[in-house]
């Protein structure tokens, strides 16, 4: 299983950008799938998730900022992110809770970064 993020960049405050995050391979369901990120010098922070039920849930410092999405048919999630503050600049990271063959895993994107800076 390999999941492929996309969508950095460098943006203006208050600006938005959308990452998107494909997973490949082996799979057989997905039942979970979210964002996390990593600013220079800190731990990885849960960003956001969302279920194959589609509820979501999000950190409280992007409520209202950021919202997640998904194309299951394309086994894809998406993170709109708007009002873009600097402290948003860090790694982001896709995550998925997949089954493929007869196990669970958690499988990681490569990352991409995102820079808000004027």
């Known amino acids: 299983v390999q999941l492929q993020a996309s969508g950095g960049g460098l943006v203006q405050p208050g600006g938005s950008l959308r990452l998107s995050c494909a997973a490949s391979?082996?799979?057989?369901?997905?039942?979970?799938m979210g964002w996390y990120r990593q600013a220079p010098g800190k731990q990885r922070e849960w960003v956001a998730r969302i279920t194959s039920g589609g509820s979501t849930n999000y950190a409280d410092s992007v409520k209202d900022r950021f919202t997640i999405s998904t194309d299951s048919a394309k086994n894809t999630v998406y993170l709109q992110m708007d009002s873009l503050k600097p402290e948003d600049t860090a790694v982001y990271y896709c995550?998925?809770?997949?089954?493929?063959?007869?196990?669970?895993?958690?499988?990681w994107g490569q990352g991409t970064q995102v820079t808000v800076s004027s």
């Open positions: 995550h998925a809770h997949v089954l493929s063959g007869r196990r669970w895993g958690d499988y």
């Open positions: 391979g082996s799979i057989f369901s997905i039942n979970v």
